[in-house]
């Protein structure tokens, strides 16, 4: 089992070749995605851990879909005083498919198996 661990949106992410995974809008991208920022890949015999990231390495994936998480509501009221506020907030997320993980001199680690292409449900 061969696992990359990313970082984006201010978060991360352990991920595996042909892994869907839900994470932060991504602005402006295209049907290809490269995470430049890799903060460690390995299988279960071989760890390479950067600090804090491994130059060379990158993983690549396709954009599934952009969307929107369902409504969190907002309600602050202040007793006694009849003053009450109610908002809702949807965040933006992108769907993502991990196709290659590349380790640090370039070549192909671990690689998606050929499937149908992703459809965004």
Do not use: C, W
């Not at 003053?83 to 290659?100: A, C, M």
């Not at 590349?102 to 070549?107: E, L, T």
Request: aromatic residues 8%; without cysteine; hydrophobic residues 35%.
């Amino acid at each position: 089992m061969t696992f990359a661990v990313i970082q984006t949106g201010g978060k991360q992410y352990k991920v595996k070749a042909s892994d869907i995974l839900k994470i932060e809008r991504l602005k402006d991208i295209k049907d290809k995605i490269e995470f430049n920022d890799v903060l460690a890949y390995g299988d279960e015999n071989n760890l390479e851990v950067g600090a804090p990231f491994i130059k060379g390495a990158k993983v690549e994936a396709q954009l599934v879909k952009n969307g929107k998480n369902r409504t969190v509501l907002v309600f602050k009221k202040r007793r006694r005083q009849n003053s009450r506020r109610k908002n809702g907030h949807r965040q933006q997320y992108s769907l993502i498919k991990i196709n290659k993980i590349f380790n640090k001199d370039g070549g192909v680690f671990a690689e998606a198996s050929k499937e149908k292409k992703v459809e965004a449900k």
